[in-house]
């Protein structure tokens, strides 16, 4: 009995390397509270960091041994490992400066790392990730001081402008975490979590922010009510999501009648995106058919249109071609078979899941997500629900040859 109860306390330990990657985290919103950056681009502290988590999170999965679900076997990984061998190799064939190549591999890197260090850590059981969701709600207080001091700073120096968008770019890295907050078991500090997420999406006044914000939701909201509620519990839960949105909607409505000037101003149709979109298709449209395949190389349509294409579909198309395309498309098959089986067996892990992928969709609709650190949160979180659903699959295997 006395060595039971030992091995229970044991089980009850937090897991110190997800801890260290929570800490990380916390660490990134440190610095764009500290040290808010400017139309440069990230900072060294950042790229500091982003490569620590890269080389600790692929470390920690590598090297430690222990049992974990398997992770060749997993499509969803597969999918995306096919894909960062593409990017990586076709990138480094097309490549007219090796070094800044390299540079824009390293954040390839960053989403795979991120996803195979939740994934393997996934074997422990959910009380040993309460702490780690715990670090990174606590860093969403941060996210939302940084965000407004850093906005607040702006518009009193610079007025608006290039260094503002940069800035409010904050409420994408608050939105993309709400795959993992959606995991939390604790109901307050999720509310409380949740209603950072929203304040800082509806402050940040970027409608691609605010656009995942709800889409996720509702995402998310319809795949709890239809697939994961029992009957009995359906009428009860549409009643407090009821209650969320109402809360929301009056929360967006507070926030437009005190800030209506700002509001209006950001709500003005953007056109330069509809120009960049058109440039970039002209441009796909006048490749011969083997850059259409495989693609042009490594940055080649900010070479040719002069500016990002904003969109990870058109990026893919022209830089790594129909092959690029596909591979992606391939990730999202696996990420949707995975939600089908949880919907069908009514996971609540289904829930996160639905919410991950719509941000992913919604950051490269609008952006070149594959680029970005948002990017390695959303496949985060993602490969923390891929290894979860794993291991519970893998469990009655394993109880049944025991």
């Not at 139309?39 to 692929?58: M, T």
């Not at 850093?150 to 290039?162: H, K």
């Not at 919410?355 to 070149?368: A, D, N, P, R, T």
């Amino acid at each position: 009995m006395a060595a039971v109860a030992k091995e229970d306390t044991k089980e009850e330990k937090a897991d110190i390397p997800i801890v260290v990657m929570g800490l990380m985290f916390l660490a990134l919103s440190l610095v764009e509270y500290f040290v808010p950056p400017g139309s440069e681009g990230d900072r060294a502290a950042v790229k500091l960091l982003c490569a620590a988590q890269i080389a600790f999170g692929l470390g920690i999965a590598f090297i430690d041994r222990r049992p974990r679900p398997a992770l060749f076997r997993n499509p969803v990984h597969n999918a995306a490992l096919l894909l960062l061998v593409w990017l990586t190799g076709a990138g480094l064939l097309g490549a007219s400066d090796l070094q800044v190549m390299l540079g824009g591999c390293a954040m390839y890197f960053y989403w795979y790392a991120m996803f195979v260090f939740f994934y393997t850590r996934s074997v422990n059981s959910s009380s040993k990730h309460d702490v780690f969701l715990m670090i990174l709600a606590a860093s969403l207080v941060v996210w939302v001081l940084a965000l407004r001091r850093s906005v607040s700073v702006q518009m009193d120096i610079a007025g608006r402008d290039e260094q503002e968008q940069i800035q409010n770019y904050i409420g994408y890295y608050m939105v993309t975490l709400l795959p993992f907050v959606l995991l939390l078991r604790w109901k307050s500090i999720k509310v409380i979590a949740l209603g950072l997420i929203s304040y800082g999406a509806f402050y940040s006044l970027k409608r691609g922010v605010i656009l995942a914000l709800v889409l996720a939701s509702v995402g998310s909201t319809i795949v709890y009510l239809f697939y994961v509620c029992t009957a009995q519990e359906r009428r009860r839960g549409i009643a407090a999501v009821l209650v969320v949105w109402f809360l929301g909607m009056g929360a967006a409505a507070t926030f437009y009648t005190v800030n209506k000037e700002a509001v209006t101003r950001r709500l003005v149709p953007d056109t330069s995106r509809e120009q960049i979109y058109s440039a970039t298709l002209a441009k796909i449209q006048k490749s011969d058919f083997f850059d259409a395949i495989v693609g042009h190389g490594f940055m080649k349509s900010l070479e040719k249109v002069g500016f990002r294409s904003h969109n990870d579909w058109l990026f893919l198309q022209y830089d790594y071609g129909v092959v690029g395309v596909l591979l992606m498309l391939n990730v999202y098959l696996a990420l949707f078979a995975l939600l089908w089986r949880l919907c069908k067996s009514g996971s609540p892990l289904a829930v996160s899941l639905a919410c991950g992928i719509i941000l992913m969709f919604c950051v490269q609709m609008y952006s070149i997500g594959l680029y970005q650190k948002i990017f390695g949160f959303v496949f985060g979180g993602l490969g923390l629900v891929a290894g979860t659903s794993a291991v519970k699959q893998e469990t009655p295997t394993t109880a049944a040859r025991a």
